[in-house]
């Protein structure tokens, strides 16, 4: 699979969405815009992804960036360095054979990864630019150019892309280009997975359990005392990461109907309910449907 466009067409959220919920490998290849852009001085993020999860990223000016921080914290011998990069095995990330080798604890190790997680927070960020996804083929390269995965730059941590894009979520302070993303008032929500396995904030652990479709989001703003707009953007970030979906709010009263027994039982099981309606919609966000539909249009 590879997708090709820019932030107008899939915002880095929704981008996420498509690679965590399929579990997806592959590099995204990512590049900002500015006006004041020069085609030779344009900087490009690789983000590489396994399975589902982020495993390290590049920055194009940055060269040998995991080995440069390293010696930055003079944590290793510059000679011992250089060397074990030539004796680290060609398909082990470096950051697992130096902490194998003593040569890294496991702290120095997750501060390693936790530059480059705060790298991809600062993508989120930016408001135009363009991408190019592609999935690694069967023998782990990619297609276009036989690239692998870069191991010399990978930590051999991961991050769920979920979990990651909630974090980034968290921390974004311009929200201009989700506004026709974002749920109403009077919209409720209702879970879309079995569980959670990431963390989650107190606020997100409420929304997620009060997520049964029977409570708009302006009335759980009012229970929790909550500014709205902080909740219906918490919300957003929960669907982008596939926990939840967006949907008409039903009544505990209207959620069981009666079956000609006169026995209730719950009305998600008849597909005329408006519960089940919403219920059965991609687990995505609108302007992903909407841009992704557009995307097939014009390029098959």
Not at 69 to 81: F, N, P, R, T, Y
Not at 190 to 200: E, P, T
Not at 214 to 220: C, N, T, V
């Amino acid at each position: 699979m590879g997708i090709r466009g820019s932030l107008e067409t899939f915002s880095l959220p929704e981008l996420f969405q498509i690679i965590g919920s399929g579990q997806k490998s592959g590099r995204l290849r990512f590049t900002p815009h500015t006006k004041l852009d020069d085609p030779q001085n344009k900087t490009t993020f690789e983000l590489w992804f396994k399975r589902g999860f982020f495993v390290t990223i590049i920055n194009s000016n940055q060269y040998q960036d995991l080995i440069a921080k390293i010696q930055e914290k003079a944590w290793i011998d510059a000679m011992v360095l250089v060397k074990n990069k030539y004796l680290c095995p060609a398909d082990k990330p470096f950051g697992t054979y130096l902490k194998e080798n003593n040569l890294l604890t496991e702290a120095q190790r997750e501060w390693l990864f936790d530059q480059q997680i705060s790298q991809v927070y600062k993508l989120f960020k930016i408001k135009d630019g363009s991408f190019n996804f592609e999935e690694i083929d069967q023998s782990n390269k990619i297609a276009s150019d036989g690239e692998g995965f870069p191991v010399r730059e990978m930590t051999g941590k991961k991050r769920k892309i979920t979990e990651l894009s909630l974090a980034a979520m968290r921390n974004l302070s311009d929200w201009s280009r989700f506004v026709e993303d974002i749920p109403r008032a009077e919209m409720g929500l209702q879970q879309v997975a079995k569980g959670y396995d990431i963390h989650l904030t107190s606020l997100e652990k409420h929304l997620w359990s009060s997520a049964n479709g029977s409570i708009s989001l302006k009335k759980l703003a009012q229970q929790k005392e909550v500014d709205l707009q902080t909740l219906q953007r918490t919300a957003l970030s929960m669907i982008f990461a596939g926990l939840v979906e967006e949907m008409t709010v039903v009544s505990p009263a209207e959620q069981f109907i009666s079956n000609s027994s006169g026995e209730l039982r719950p009305a998600f099981a008849n597909g005329s309910n408006t519960a089940i309606k919403s219920k059965a919609k991609p687990k995505a966000s609108k302007s992903l449907i909407s841009n992704l539909v557009s995307f097939l249009k014009d390029n098959f």
